[in-house]
Each structure stands twice: as C-alpha cells, then as structure tokens.
C-alpha cells in the first residue's frame, strides 16, 4: 500500500450529481490511492453535509451564502469535522487550482462549469471531463487552456471514454490512424414513439431513460437527442476532427459504447455494462485499470446487439451539431444556450417537448457570434448570455 503523502488529491465538482456520487463511489473503494480534497453541489445542502462528514475534504463549496452558512453550521455540530465551507462561483475555480489538488473532476451540468474546468486546465490539473456543455462552448479557447496548462484532458462521457480507450497512448498518432468514429446512442424513450405525437410527452416521460439513470437535463437531452448532438461537439474537440468525420448510429442494448473506424477499415469499440462508474474509473486510473464496481457484461443476457440510423423526423436536433460545427466558431456556445434554455422551460413545463428542438435551431440561426467573443472566458459567457436571452423571447413567443 503506498503512503498517504503519494495518494491522488481529488477535487469533485458537482459532487451531489448523478457523476458526482458515482465519482464518490469509485473514489471511496480505493483510499490507498485517492484522497477527497474537495467537493462542491449547487443546493442539496443536506447531501454535501453526509458527504463531509463521509470524505471528509479539506474545502466544500456552495455557489450561494445562505446554503454555505447552512452548511457550516450542519457541520458545527459534527464535531471533528474540519471541512472549510467556501461561497461563491469563484470558490470553484479556487478548489480547481487549488496547489495541492492533482485532479479534477468536472460534473456540474451546464456552462456553469466552464470557468472552473479552463481555471483547472490553465492550472496544468488532470480534468476529467463529465461537463459537456463546458466544452461544447469552451470549443478552441478550452483546447488551448488544455495545451498552455500542460493539463491532461481525459474523457469521462461513456462515449467520448470508449474512443479514448480504443485509441493508443500517443495523441500524435491519431490523426493518421482514425478515418472516422461512430458515437453509439440508445435513442432514448421515444426511439420507437410516433414521431407525430411528440408535442405531447410529458417530463415524467422523457426523464425515464432505458438504459441509464442520470440527471434531469442529461435525460432530457437524451430524448431529444440533444445530448448526442453535444458529444457530436464534443469528441470533434477532443479527438480533433472535422465534421464528417464525426458520425452516429443508434444501438438500443447501449453494450458497444462507441467505436472508432481506422484507415484500414478495422473497426474498434469498447463494450461494457452501462454504468458510468467504467468510464470515471478509468478517468481516475488512466494509464491504469482499477476495479470500478461495475458488473461485468453478460453476453448471454443481451445476446443481439443491433444497429438503427437516427431518423432525422424523430431526432431533428442532432443534426443541429453538424450545423453548428460547419458555421462560425461560436455557433455550438448558441445551441448549448438555448438548449440550456428550452430544457429548463421544458422541465418547468412552459415548453412543449418538440419546440426544444425548434427553439434550438432558431436561435442557432438569428443569433451571431461577434468577432472576438470567443476569445476570451468573459466573452463566451456574454455570447451565452445573449443566446439564452435569444431563446428565452422564443420560448415566450411559443408558450402565448
Ligand atoms: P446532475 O444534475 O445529476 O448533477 C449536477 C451537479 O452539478 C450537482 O452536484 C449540482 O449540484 C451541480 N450544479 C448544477 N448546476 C450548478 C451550477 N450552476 N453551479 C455549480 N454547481 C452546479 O447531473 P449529471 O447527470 O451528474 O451530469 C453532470 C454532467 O455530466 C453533465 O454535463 C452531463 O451531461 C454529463 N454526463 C452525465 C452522465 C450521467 O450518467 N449522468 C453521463 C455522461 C455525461
Ligand atoms: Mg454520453
């Protein structure tokens, strides 16, 4: 067993989410490896208390101060616990970088993360990629965070994982090797639904996904497909590749988690049980393998693996990720926000299910990138500012 002074200092971003505790749990079934340093949660209070007093990290942050006071004195009355409670969206960009900190796992939903996970790359950490949405709009400033921080960016979406995990170790091999890759999706619950009757889905239906268990607005997007429109942006950021060489076949048993198509034409893909704890741990382990909890695939119980194209009537929003990439950078930060915006409306049910799509595509093309606005953090965020206010007058105009 190695000393706890060589043990990798984790910082969880997120930490109540769906990756959050998945995260937590892989974390907590190797402390000879892994120490929590720091974790952080939007609002459930309680939940990061149990996780405190659970990790015992050296910081735990809440945006908000009134939850952050809450907190504090959760944990006062624990006595033993010495967890620094921090407030404020700059505390996540602080425990990110934070000097004793090796990696970071980024697991809050939405461009909300971006801040934090650039201040990690800048910062040179290992991030560990959930957050989507933070590179769909990061796009080429993230990359270049990555690269002038020396930080070692590492998958953590199961698709984006599987490429990764059927590439070689030498980034500077893929170029010749890949001619294209293939993101496998579930199609999520509607896959086999009339496309006719889908202004009529209800949230309680488009949250129940088949195959996985995630988030509110991940489920949604799988629904839509929206969510493998952004892994479309995506893996284009990740394994830097063109937009023709990004493509997509719906595979419902979610057994094959992508694959990648080399020059020679061998096919390579990653199976496994879905269970993100495969990808976080090997997220968390790479170059090695550790256990991850996970069950291991069942051949026999899922004997037919199957293959569908994603009908464009069904799903019109992932094609909106290939129209995004081929228009002016910039474009994917518009169609995160609005998708941000309409699956927020859609969930407080002020949208209708299939107008997510329609107030997606809209935005994406009224609403223009200024020259520069992806420059720069501040800019992007003022881009996603006028997109969600773009989409928000949409959205109003469909509700009346
Ligand atoms: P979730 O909603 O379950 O959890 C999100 C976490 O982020 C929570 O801890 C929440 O408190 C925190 N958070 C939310 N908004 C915040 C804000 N504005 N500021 C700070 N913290 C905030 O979401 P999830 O399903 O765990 O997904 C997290 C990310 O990982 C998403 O980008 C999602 O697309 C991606 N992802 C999730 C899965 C999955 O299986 N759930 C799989 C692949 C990728
Ligand atoms: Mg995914």
Not at 296 to 304: C, E, G, I, N, S
Request: hydrophobic share 45%; proline share 5%; aromatic share 4%.
């Amino acid at each position: 067993m190695s000393s706890s002074s060589s043990r990798q200092r984790i910082c969880v971003l997120g930490s109540t989410g769906s990756v959050g505790t998945s995260t937590l749990d892989v974390l907590a079934r190797h402390p000879e490896r892994y120490e929590v340093f720091a974790l952080s949660a939007m609002s459930r209070v309680e939940e990061l208390a149990a996780q405190c007093l659970r990790y015992r990290p050296r910081y735990a942050v809440l945006p908000e101060a009134g939850l952050a006071a809450r907190l504090r004195g959760l944990l006062r009355e624990q006595k033993g616990c010495a967890t620094e409670v921090l407030e404020g969206a700059a505390a996540l960009s602080e425990i990110a970088t934070h000097p004793e900190v090796d990696a970071v796992m980024a697991a809050i939903v939405g461009a909300a993360g971006l801040a934090p996970c650039l201040a990690a790359a800048r910062a040179g950490k290992k991030l560990m990629l959930a957050n989507k949405e933070a590179i769909v709009v990061g796009g080429a400033l993230f990359m270049q965070a990555v690269e002038q921080g020396g930080a070692t960016l590492l998958p953590v979406d199961s698709e984006h994982s599987a490429i990764f995990q059927c590439l070689p170790e030498d980034r500077a091999s893929w170029h010749e090797r890949i001619d294209h890759i293939v993101l496998t999706a579930s199609g999520g619950p509607f896959r086999q639904r009339d496309p006719a009757t889908l202004a009529d889905v209800t949230l309680e239906q488009a949250v129940a996904h088949p195959n996985w268990v995630m988030g509110r607005k991940i489920s949604i997007d799988s629904a839509t497909m929206m969510n493998k429109a952004l892994e479309v942006i995506e893996a284009r950021w990740l394994f830097n590749l063109a937009p023709e060489q990004l493509k997509v076949v719906i595979h419902p048993q979610s057994i094959i988690h992508s694959m990648v198509v080399c020059r020679d034409r061998s096919v390579l893909a990653q199976l496994g049980t879905p269970d993100m704890r495969v990808p976080i741990a090997y997220a968390l382990s790479f170059p090695e393998r550790i256990e991850s909890g996970a069950e291991p695939l069942d051949f026999l119980a899922k004997p037919t693996l199957s293959f569908e194209e994603a009908d464009a009537r069904r799903f019109p929003g992932l094609f909106l990720s290939w129209q995004a990439l081929r228009a002016a950078e910039g474009a994917t930060a518009v169609l995160n926000a609005a998708n941000e915006e309409a699956v927020a409306a859609f969930a407080e049910r002020r949208l209708r299910f299939d107008h997510i799509c329609r107030v997606n595509r809209q935005t994406l093309e009224e609403l223009h990138p200024e020259a520069g606005e992806c420059a720069s953090v501040e800019g992007l965020l003022n881009l996603d500012a006028r997109a969600r206010r773009h989409a928000l007058r949409l959205i109003e105009g469909l509700a009346g």
